[in-house]
């Protein structure tokens, strides 16, 4: 399934969908499910977990009583320092199957993920979902990318107190709109660069195709970027 990856120092973390049920196909009987794959050693040896119930299995989960989720697949977001404290914080954007209804939620872990919390609460940050990314603006902001069709959804969840996990999502906009009407996941990374004068910028990439018209033409991969000042 799809797998999210992170690392800090010699910590490798693998959040990935399991099992042989399909997002799609997932009921309250019969779930697709999410594992936690760890090493400590850079890869050389590695532990398991199924942690679907800590996550959204029963009434006392995370997010309970989902039928099916997975984490959107490519990096996880790290704040190797977070709040100045010397500990990592990651992120991850999670797709969530309830019934009929689906649900985007960003989740953080600052044990690796041992255990996992919601950002913001159970405030929706988007207005549709799908396939999920999210990054660390330079600012501490956490930017939320959705994939959506023509395009992508984003929204940004401001803290008000870090060392009380406190903070609101803003109001979501479409962006990144490819011309046609094509559905794809793709990633943001915010980078370091440089401008035509040689000046230090933050530049936030998003890569999407632009394609054609049908839902699935995934022509021309196309990195969109905005500076962040």
């Known amino acids: ?3 999210a990856i992170a690392t800090v120092g010699q910590n490798v973390l693998v959040m990935a969908a399991a099992g042989n049920v399909v997002y799609s196909g997932a009921s309250d009987t019969k779930h697709n499910r999410t594992v936690r794959v760890f090493s400590a050693d850079n890869g050389v040896t590695w532990t398991k977990e199924d942690i679907s119930e800590k996550m959204f299995i029963g009434e006392n989960a995370l997010i309970p ?4 989720a997975f984490f959107g697949s490519g990096k996880l977001a790290v704040d190797e320092n977070f709040n100045g404290t010397g500990k990592a914080r990651i992120y991850g954007a999670l797709l969530l199957k309830k019934s009929s209804s689906t649900g985007n939620y960003v989740i953080y872990t600052d044990d690796l993920g041992l255990t996992w919390n919601i950002l913001g609460g159970s405030q929706n940050p988007v207005a549709s979902q799908d396939e999920p990314k999210v990054e660390i603006l330079p600012s501490g902001q956490i930017l939320l990318s959705i994939r959506r069709g023509g395009g992508r959804q984003f929204n940004v969840f401001t803290y008000t107190n870090k ?3 406190t903070g609101s ?5 479409n962006g990144c709109n490819n011309g046609g009407s094509n559905t794809c996941n793709g ?3 915010c980078i370091d ?3 035509a004068d040689g000046e230090s910028v933050k530049l936030l990439l998003q890569s999407q195709p632009k394609g054609g018209g049908g839902l699935y033409d995934r022509r021309n991969v196309t990195i969109w ?3 962040i000042t």
Request: hydrophobic fraction near 25%.
């Open 225 to 227: 970027y905005k500076e």
């Open 169 to 173: 999502w803003d109001s979501n906009v």
């Open 187 to 189: 990633e943001p990374y």
């Open 193 to 195: 660069a440089k401008n």
């Open 1 to 3: 399934g799809d797998a």
């Open 163 to 165: 060392a009380t996990n």
């Open 65 to 68: 009583n989902g039928h099916a």
